[in-house]
């Protein structure tokens, strides 16, 4: 026999199908369409319309047509802008690429994408500054790289990791997720945590990712500047921003990559797995070996995914090849540079 529904209102026993009480005329939807109509208002405020497009379209359906709650969200949606190419997800259509220049596209291509984001988003870029307690946390952090390296080499790596920390944070906005301001602990990094839970493994997997390739872009500015400058103190951070993106792909200890991991198949951790042995192979950086480590854990663990994601697949593989790639162009650079160059 199949469970009746009952109006949370008035008790009303509901037909299979409606969308609100004949009773009272409560919305049977009410609490999910809350919850949406506050996501699709944060992701509309960082210019994610996309997302917020098909959050509209979601909640057109659980509405009773003809109803003013049907009609405003249908306002609403009409007075989005149109489709464009940077409201897309901007997940690297790697199947499409060949060859050698495979991940050298993708890296312009996201590097496309994060200098289109510096010109259009500067002020999410400060959102994180505006925070005492990050400000606090950030001298503290810049005073013991100074103290170590010098204050050229300091100020590199707290913005290279302020960066990191803003692409989890633009993630955590895209997808409608309240988070806080970035965190940091001298000798250890920074992190950014979420304000609610996370129920979407996909989601959860792109926030994790989203660190690193911002940290990438990071790299990609810092050896622009070393090449454009002659600066070779930009190479150094360029170096260590890299080692330090690598770091966090481990896929063990809630690191981005374990987040990564969430939607990966046992034969799609093969291939990544595969990647950090052989960029280990190419590059010579010892921290392929030790997050190949973690990965060879995770061939044996049980907690694999019931939807695999092809999508992170090509970001985690793209990253380790775009990062691994920075280690060999800038290894002669690893040490933090004490004079003016």
Not at 271 to 295: D, H, K, N, P, R
Request: hydrophobic share 50%.
């Amino acid at each position: 026999m199949e469970a009746k529904q009952f109006c949370q209102q008035c008790g009303e026993v509901l037909s299979e199908g409606v969308l609100a009480c004949p009773a009272c005329q409560r919305l049977v939807y009410a609490s999910e369409l809350q919850e949406m109509a506050e996501r699709a208002r944060a992701t509309a405020a960082v210019g994610n319309f996309d997302e917020t497009r098909t959050l509209f379209q979601q909640m057109l359906m659980m509405l009773p047509r003809g109803s003013s709650q049907y009609q405003a969200v249908a306002a609403k949606l009409t007075e989005l802008p149109p489709p464009t190419a940077h409201d897309v997800p901007k997940d690297p259509a790697w199947k499409k690429l060949v060859g050698s220049f495979g991940v050298a596209g993708a890296m312009l291509w996201k590097f496309k994408a994060f200098a289109l984001l510096l010109a259009t988003k500067g002020k999410f870029l400060l959102l994180g500054l505006t925070k005492l307690p990050t400000l606090l946390s950030m001298f503290a952090s810049m005073g013991v790289y100074w103290a170590l390296y010098g204050w050229r080499y300091a100020v590199g790596i707290i913005v290279s990791i302020y960066l990191h920390e803003m692409g989890h944070m633009w993630a955590f906005r895209r997808f409608g997720i309240p988070a806080t301001a970035p965190m940091f602990i001298p000798m250890f990094g920074a992190f950014v945590r979420s304000e609610a839970a996370i129920t979407n493994p996909r989601e959860d997997a792109r926030i994790g990712l989203g660190g690193p390739w911002w940290g990438l872009g990071a790299c990609l500015l810092f050896e622009m500047g070393a090449q454009f400058l002659e600066l070779r103190w930009m190479s150094a951070v360029s170096h260590t921003g890299a080692v330090i993106n690598l770091f966090n792909l481990v896929p063990l200890f809630g690191l981005d990559g374990s987040h990564a991991y969430k939607v990966l198949g046992r034969k799609q951790r093969g291939m990544v797995l595969g990647t950090m042995l052989g960029m280990w192979y190419l590059s010579s950086e010892t921290m392929f070996f030790l997050i190949a480590l973690g990965a060879t854990y995770r061939m044996f663990t049980k907690d694999l995914p019931e939807d695999e994601d092809n999508g992170i697949l090509y970001q985690l593989v793209g990253l380790l090849v775009a990062f691994g790639l920075f280690s060999m162009w800038t290894a002669h650079w690893d040490r933090p540079m004490m004079s003016g160059n």
